[in-house]
């Protein structure tokens, strides 16, 4: 072992300094006022800067949250940090009391203890021999460990003896001590004992002959006491915090032993033949769920929370049964006490035939109507057990939904508005995310209804790499989820949800028609509702996984050798829950459980708006309003207007799910007949139907607008979501459509739905200023991107209706942030990088004439040709959607750069970027087949040699890419332009070429038919082409058909309604609105500036 292993004894002593680094920096200030010691001026100051530097004391707001809350000027918050152990240990005139339990502790063995833990098995050897070599480490804890059993153990006797229970008193002892906390554990020490493993290898230290034998060697140094308590001493926080996780372990145990004996009559089947508490997480001192099962095999559950909401949520299914469902739910025996409570397990069966399955599943629907009513939460895959022809919801925690309520001034953002509206919040309903960042790209979807195993987990985790050997180290990475018992199975197989959307609609419509026409029996006076009325129930503010990811930091081996470290990291919390009325205590709550190793709970009455955390703070006035009243109101808004919005959402939310060929999504239509003549009035009618839409389905705040839409969130991954800021789907591009429909029809609701969606965007802008980075998951640059905040949009909507302000706000707050992130930018692509930033850029230079902006599209336009790699012929780009080959086309390939080159081009005057736009060309070119219309599909996944007629992937979108430089007369770049605009018009023309009919899919912009349309009407102009007007014609005539007969076919699988521009209904209008008025509305696809020429009056 290293040689600064200093072995001193085997006893700790509490008088030595080190371990009062340990100490909390509120401890330290309780235990005496002024720090003992001075540093001078210059020392202080120095430590101030270093600690304002460091998130998160560099947000201001933060920093004097966190002196309030200590009660210190900065300067005197400063000193604390620079106090060394003698000079913190000089603070207390006795050891804290965790520290007073350990003084004299014998770190080697203690027969007493140790015989305990031998005889009740505690140190059983692991199943998974991998796990059994490196449970090894965990020899450095055995003494606490061991002296936790021993308590426990002694008090489970106790406890036995005192409630005369006819428990054997030494098996519950030996099924309680088995439960000891070693995944908890492991994780706290894991970390430190690894980075002594490699210290010591790297030092040499370690004897035998390869790496298994080094850290079988290192494992068995930790049961020296010496040398563990060495270790120890390093890490003095370590040793506090695994102290404190056994006796909080200790503590839940011997709670739960009570339980056990003061239930016994109620509860009792027997012997006991095992018990485990590995289900869920742990919050409130250690607290969570436990399973009993007997010696007969019977299995019962025990949950350390009362369980009166359980129990008034059978009654309510009991109710339902009563009225008429069809088919009946199911009902759980429950056993309530005021804190705790015991519930029949629910063993997962298979179905025996499809009726069964289809019955399952519309009882979800029908369960999906009373979560909705009742503002469920939470309901994903671990909460849902499917149990032969029933799905069973076992554990209501989260009923009652209502939000925190905002500080007076805040904004009133939509999003979260625009989920709790709908039944997606109950958790129930498919949600796949795909984190911005992953290479794979590969949706996770952990919802109650949908969920498989074997998926990769939504972000990724802590796991070790060359385990059990001494070049073990922490790596993290995507792993496999689990087993699940949430979906039926039928002749071995697991049944896919998505195959039974219409059973899970027809019980969710039986359910939800009931509820509206009883709507008096349930949320009227004396209704079932009043049942719930004193009922506790968990308020959820955060992701259990954002908890357990941020305790796991918390552990680094950094953060362990003094507390104030570990302190100013959980100070982090402090800067969230800024906007809301009882942030700040909130915030303190939050970080009190977390420093005591718990996943924060918050928990409130149904009628009341206070909050109770789990550390036994009383928060007052916290909610916006009490669980009941939200409720109510959610029960007495039920309408039929509201039932096809979560018909919609429901359909949608499957749809996402079942896209494994986008193409083969769509329905599929056939328009026959000669075309005929539509009119400018018919067009505007049909896109005032849209705008119409758009204006009703909105949902609005005081400060905020938004809708609910499908986007993709990768390759083959759709989900449904509150729209973005972004052009692509988000709220921009729908503003785009509604200004200019106001504009050519004169309607006001129109132009003001598109300045409420202008006044958000500013919101969103000016909060981006503050940010350090783009919030996670949110797609950073480009036509989806969230920093872009809409600046095409707001070009156009400047030089339209010369209100400047928002594109004032883009300059100011966006211009500079894009600045950063430009340095960063990975992708060059129009639709998520470089390129689509150039084209908003090009767009506000051409309106508002700036330094700032030109500067920066010129660093856009530089980067781009940086990022072009040269190929056979020409040049082109890689991007994360492209394999190993890069792309050509529109969205994410050649043709995308060479646009928003040609764009800021054309809006400087320059010819500075022409070289690098014939060079994309000639990439592109050279992928031409013989024989084949057309350019190739170069995506991952796309057969060999297969084209698409598309304006994002294929030959509409590289014409519309050349018809820019094909403007410039003469000039080489338009020549080679034309000769491409000619090669695409007859790709497409082929496409086309069944001359008695038209094959429509979609009709969306971005990959649908009005694409085409509007690349045929820029061609036939471009090159004076009579066939492309000619099959323009026969295209609009298809389009009006389809729409008129079917509605307005999305982009998106199964062609459902989506408000959205690219792929949506806001694009079909303005395909419309282009059609009707095309000397008014700019070519979107090519992202023309405005032509419109109000400029900035300044």
């Known amino acids: 072992m290293p040689s600064d292993l200093d072995v001193t004894g085997d006893h700790l002593d509490a008088r030595t300094s080190e371990w009062y680094l340990a100490t909390r920096l509120g401890e330290r200030l309780a235990a005496h006022g002024e720090p003992p010691t001075a540093l001078g001026d210059d020392g202080v100051s120095d430590e101030l800067a270093a600690l304002r530097d460091t998130f998160p004391y560099s947000e201001d707001e933060t920093f004097a949250a966190v002196l309030r809350g200590h009660g210190l000027t900065p300067e005197g918050f400063a000193r604390l940090f620079r106090e060394t152990a003698d000079e913190v240990c000089g603070r207390f005139k006795r050891p804290p009391v965790w520290l007073s339990r350990l003084d004299g502790f014998p770190w080697g063995s203690d027969p007493g203890a140790s015989a305990a833990s031998r005889t009740l098995g505690v140190w059983s050897p692991e199943a998974d021999p991998e796990r059994q070599r490196i449970s090894q480490l965990l020899r450095f804890v055995r003494p606490l460990v061991d002296r936790g059993v021993e308590t426990m153990a002694t008090g489970v006797r106790a406890v036995v003896r005192a409630f005369g229970a006819p428990v054997d008193a030494d098996r519950l002892c030996a099924l309680l001590a088995r439960t000891w906390p070693r995944r908890a554990m492991t994780r706290l020490v894991l970390r430190v004992l690894i980075l002594e493993l490699n210290i010591a290898r790297l030092r040499g230290r370690l004897p035998g002959a390869d790496g298994a034998e080094r850290f079988a060697a290192f494992a068995s140094w930790l049961s020296d006491p010496g040398r563990a308590l060495t270790i120890w001493r390093r890490y003095p926080t370590l040793l506090r915090e695994c102290g404190a996780l056994v006796d909080a372990w200790v503590t839940a145990r011997l709670e739960s032993c009570e339980h056990l004996c003061a239930d016994w009559d109620a509860i009792g089947r027997g012997d006991l033949a095992d018990i485990s508490f590995d289900v869920g997480d742990s919050h409130r001192g250690g607290r969570s769920v436990g399973i009993v099962t007997f010696q007969g095999g019977e299995k019962i559950v025990y949950k350390p929370r009362s369980l009166r909401v359980d129990e008034h949520f059978q009654t309510l299914l009991a109710w339902a049964n009563d009225e008429g469902f069809e088919p009946g739910f199911p009902t759980l025996e429950l056993v309530c006490r005021d804190d705790h409570g015991w519930s029949e397990f629910v063993t997962p069966s298979a179905c025996s035939d499809t009726g069964q399955v289809e019955r399952f599943y519309r009882r979800h629907g029908g369960y999906l109507a009373l979560a909705h009513a009742l503002r469920a939460t939470d309901l994903h895959f671990e909460n849902v057990i499917a149990a032969g022809e029933s799905p069973y919801l076992v554990d209501l925690e989260a009923l009652f939904g209502a939000e925190l309520r905002r500080s007076e001034g805040a904004a009133d953002e939509v999003t979260s508005r625009l989920v709790m509206s709908t039944v997606l919040a109950t958790g129930l309903l498919p949600n796949p995310v795909v984190r911005l960042g992953d ?234 007949g000669a075309a005929h003549a539509v009119s400018r009035e018919s067009l505007v009618a049909r896109a005032r139907r849209i705008g119409d839409t758009l204006v009703t389905t909105a949902v609005r705040t005081a400060d905020d607008i938004g809708w609910l839409g499908i986007s993709p969130s990768g390759p083959l991954a759709w989900r449904l979501a509150p729209t973005s800021s972004g052009m692509y789907s988000g709220a921009a591009g729908i503003a785009f459509f509604l200004l200019h429909l106001g504009l050519v029809t004169g309607a006001a609701s129109y132009t003001e739905t598109a300045a409420d ?342």
């Open 439 to 672: 290479a794979d790209q590969v949706p996770t979807d952990l919802s109650g209804i949908s969920y498989r195993p074997g998926q990769l987990t939504p972000g990724q985790v802590p796991t070790w790499a060359d385990p059990a050997t001494d070049t073990m180290r922490i790596v993290h990475r995507r792993m496999r989820t689990g087993e699940s018992r949430n979906a039926p199975n039928l002749a071995g197989e697991t049944v896919r949800p998505a195959d039974h959307v219409e059973d899970i609609v027809a019980g969710f419509t039986l359910m939800y028609r009931m509820v509206e026409g009883r709507k008096s029996a349930l949320a009227g006076p004396g209704g079932l509702l009043e049942r719930f009325r004193d009922d506790s129930v968990r308020r959820v503010l955060e992701a259990t996984e954002t908890y357990s990811s941020f305790l796991w930091d918390s552990y680094h081996p950094n953060l362990l050798r003094n507390a104030v470290d570990r302190d100013q990291y959980l100070d982090r919390t402090f800067a969230r829950f800024g906007s809301h009325h009882a942030g700040a205590a909130v915030a303190a709550s939050e970080r009190r459980q977390l420093a005591d190793g718990d996943v924060p709970l918050f928990t409130s009455s149904v009628d009341g708006r206070g909050l109770l955390g789990g550390d036994g703070t009383v928060i007052d006035d916290a909610l916006e309003t009490t669980g009941l009243r939200a409720v109510r109101e959610r029960v007495l808004g039920f309408s039929p207007t509201d039932m096809r919005h979560q018909q919609w959402v429901i359909t949608s939310a499957f749809a996402c799910t079942a896209v494994e060929s986008l193409d083969a999504s769509w329905p599929v239509h056939t328009v026959t």
């Open 757 to 1098: 969606v202008a006044r958000s965007l500013a919101r969103r802008a000016r909060r981006l200023r503050h940010l350090p980075a783009p919030p996670a998951g949110v797609p950073a640059l480009g036509l989806t991107g969230e920093v872009d905040c809409g600046m095409y949009f707001a070009a156009h909507w400047a030089a339209a209706t010369g209100d400047f302000d928002l594109l004032a706000e883009l300059t100011a707050d966006v211009v500079p942030r894009l600045d950063r992130a430009v340095v960063d930018a990975a992708e060059p692509d129009l639709v998520d990088g470089l390129a689509g930033v150039l084209l908003g850029l090009s767009a506000v230079q051409a309106v508002l004439p700036s330094d700032s902006v030109a500067d920066l599209a010129t660093r856009c336009a530089d980067a781009l040709v940086r990022a072009g790699r040269p190929q056979d012929a020409g040049v082109g780009w890689n991007s994360q959607v492209a394999g190993d080959r890069p792309l050509c086309g529109m969205a994410h390939g050649a043709s995308g750069v060479a646009l928003a080159l040609s764009r800021w081009s054309a809006v400087m005057g320059t010819s500075r970027y022409d070289e690098t736009v014939q060079d994309a060309f000639r990439y592109e070119g050279s992928l031409l087949a013989p024989g084949v219309p057309g350019w190739p599909d170069l995506r991952p996944g796309a057969a060999e040699g297969t084209t698409m007629t598309a304006w994002c992937h294929g030959a509409p979108g590289i014409g519309i890419a050349r018809s820019v430089p094909a403007a410039r007369g003469e000039h080489p770049t338009a020549v080679a332009a034309l000769a491409d605009l000619g090669i695409a018009l007859d790709a497409t023309a082929a496409h086309y070429a069944d001359r008695s009919a038209i094959t429509v899919r979609n009709l969306s912009l971005c990959h649908g038919e009005l694409g085409n349309l509007e690349f045929l009407l820029t061609a036939s102009h471009s090159l004076d082409n009579g066939r492309g007007r000619a099959l323009a014609e026969r295209l609009i005539h298809a389009i009006c058909v389809t729409l008129d007969e079917h509605g307005p076919i999305c982009g998106v699988p199964e062609g459902l309604s989506t408000p959205g521009l690219m792929t949506g209904v806001a694009g079909i209008g303005y395909g419309l609105l282009r059609l009707a008025e095309p000397e008014r509305t700019p070519v979107v696809l090519s992202f023309e500036p405005p032509r419109l020429r109000r400029r900035w009056p300044g």
